[in-house]
């Protein structure tokens, strides 16, 4: 069967939890196996309430593993050799539940202790009631996971087992067998539906992306190497989680992100006046290139080489964009992210930057020659926080950068929005 043809000789830790979805794990099973998986299942004790051992078991071909405490699971495939030997853990159904205890990093059974104890890549397919899917915990939970990696399937939207009607539905068994071909194919999972995964609706973000142009006379200007990749994605990822996002962009040579209000500019000082004229704004991503300096005076006409002598720029400093946009008021954005770009001493300059420019966060990347950031489709980043130790991230494609911080940002306001009384 060549559909789904990377599954196969793939080790798959199927991790059933307790939904009504469950029911629908033998199908999986079964489906996974036809295209060359093998599963192992890991079944909690909710999990068994909808499905039973013998069930997976018999589908599986293989002993169902339920319990931390028991000695001989542990000594014939302790919890650390279950992980050890998948290639993937899938988790579905994933319920409320056990997406807050792996949030939360809790090992209480053994379905909690694999997924606390595994370095491999995991999948979770969410399930549950809708309002306990919208709750602003499981929000910030999902949140989360997903900025620590973990791909999310579905939930689908539709009738559910409870009576009520929305997002929330386990996503079917071929629907998860699609997801993790295309996890083993080294595709990101199918986007969650729109009104599944919007946590920034209602959020109005503002993001800055490419470099300024800066006009020596009416034919030259001072550029520099930016290519706005990443600020472009920062702007459709925040878009995705369903915040209305304006994106003021330097010149690029990229198509506008989907769903994004663009305002073009030139200069710094256009920038900064179409950012002023967006406000107010939720969230402001600072990730322009913006020029330091510009020409003091502009040349009315093309400079000619008439002279002995070239001629010489007197340069003047543009205004800081992020540094102003920072400044407290009531018009400052709730959250400002700035971006730092640095060739040495990455974290400690960037620390020292994000203080000086008083923003709350500030992506800190390693713009050294052969680092192929400027221009290239990959970041290496450190997430720099006021109160937090900094964050490093692997090297990832520059969209996928964007979908963290997106994640992260989400996460902060979910965190905000639970705090409330
Ligand atoms: N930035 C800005 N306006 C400027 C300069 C920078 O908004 N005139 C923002 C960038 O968008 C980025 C952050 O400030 O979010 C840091 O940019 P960077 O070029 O790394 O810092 P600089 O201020 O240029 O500091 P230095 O040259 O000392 O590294």
């Given amino acids: 069967m060549a559909e789904y043809e990377s599954l196969r000789g793939k080790h798959v830790l199927l991790i059933v939890s307790g939904g009504i979805a469950a029911y629908k794990t033998p199908e999986l099973v079964r489906r996974l196996r036809e295209r060359g998986a093998s599963v192992r299942c890991v079944l909690t004790r909710g999990g068994s309430q909808f499905v039973t051992p013998l069930a997976l078991q018999a589908v599986s071909e293989d002993k169902v593993y339920t319990d931390l405490w028991s000695l001989t699971d542990e000594s014939e495939m302790g919890h650390i050799q279950l992980s050890r030997q998948a290639d993937v853990l899938l988790v579905a159904p994933a319920t409320a539940n056990i997406l807050a205890r792996m949030a939360q990093g809790l090992a209480e059974d053994l379905a909690s202790t694999v997924l606390l104890a595994t370095d491999k890549p995991v999948l979770v397919a969410p399930a549950m009631n809708v309002r306990m899917y919208q709750h602003p915990a499981t929000q910030a939970n999902l949140a989360v996971l997903r900025q620590r990696g973990v791909t999310l399937v579905g939930p689908n939207e539709g009738p559910m087992a409870c009576g009520e009607y929305g997002p929330g539905r386990m996503s079917e068994p071929m629907e998860l067998v699609a997801a993790l071909a295309a996890h083993f194919d080294g595709q990101t999972a199918p986007p969650l539906p729109v009104s599944a995964a919007r946590p920034l609706a209602g959020r109005h973000a503002l993001v800055t992306s490419g470099p300024t142009h800066e006009p020596i006379d009416p034919v030259r200007y001072i550029a520099n190497r930016s290519s706005?990749?990443?600020?472009?994605?920062?702007?459709?990822?925040?878009?995705?989680?369903?915040?209305?996002?304006?994106?003021?962009?330097?010149?690029?040579?990229?198509?506008?992100?989907?769903?994004?209000?663009?305002?073009?500019?030139?200069?710094?000082?256009?920038?900064?006046?179409?950012?002023?004229?967006?406000?107010?704004?939720?969230?402001?991503?600072?990730?322009?290139?913006?020029?330091?300096?510009?020409?003091?005076?502009?040349?009315?006409?093309?400079?000619?080489?008439?002279?002995?002598?070239?001629?010489?720029?007197?340069?003047?400093?543009n205004p800081d964009i992020l540094a102003t946009l920072s400044r407290p008021g009531p018009a400052r954005p709730a959250l400002v992210v700035g971006f730092a770009a640095e060739t040495r001493d990455v974290v400690a300059y960037a620390t020292a930057k994000r203080a000086r420019k008083g923003c709350d966060w500030i992506i800190a990347n390693d713009v050294a020659p052969g680092s192929g950031t400027f221009g290239g489709d990959h970041n290496h980043v450190h997430l720099i926080r006021a109160d937090r130790e900094p964050e490093t991230w692997p090297r990832l494609p520059k969209a996928e950068v964007a979908q963290r911080l997106a994640a992260a940002i989400a996460q902060h306001f979910a965190a905000r929005e639970s705090d409330r009384p």
């Fill in 228 to 317: 706005g990749k990443q600020g472009h994605a920062v702007a459709a990822a925040l878009a995705a989680l369903g915040a209305r996002v304006t994106l003021v962009s330097g010149p690029v040579a990229l198509p506008d992100p989907a769903g994004c209000r663009v305002l073009r500019v030139e200069t710094a000082r256009e920038m900064l006046a179409a950012c002023t004229s967006a406000l107010p704004a939720d969230i402001l991503v600072a990730a322009a290139a913006v020029a330091d300096w510009r020409v003091a005076v502009e040349a009315g006409h093309k400079l000619k080489k008439d002279g002995d002598r070239p001629p010489a720029l007197a340069l003047t400093e």
